[in-house]
């Protein structure tokens, strides 16, 4: 009778053990979380916020072979080919 005694004694530290460990990876995994996202939102709120250009505006600050290498196409190509489209589907 006594062996067992020691050997539940013995089960029942393993199992302590073994829950203070998983206990301490859950804790850890939740600590790595929340870091991470605490670095995200640090990350979003420092994003400088940046106005779009206009599609006009675009098209003129962009060189005509940089158009051609972009879309290939000329810019009064893709101009004609917009204008086929409005006229096919309509606009917004």
Do not use: P
């Not at 062996?3 to 600590?31: E, N, P």
């Not at 990350?43 to 005509?64: G, H, Q, T, Y």
């Amino acid at each position: 009778m006594h062996t067992d005694h020691r050997q539940k004694i013995k089960y029942s530290l393993f199992m302590l053990l073994a829950c203070s460990c998983y206990v301490i990876v859950i804790g850890q995994f939740v600590m790595v979380q929340h870091s991470i996202s605490q670095q995200r939102s640090i990350a979003a709120s420092k994003r400088c916020k940046r106005e779009c250009l206009s599609w006009i505006d675009f098209v003129n600050s962009v060189s005509d072979e940089q158009f051609r290498r972009m879309f290939r196409m000329t810019k009064e190509c893709f101009d004609k080919l917009c204008r086929r489209i409005i006229a096919a589907i309509g606009e917004k």
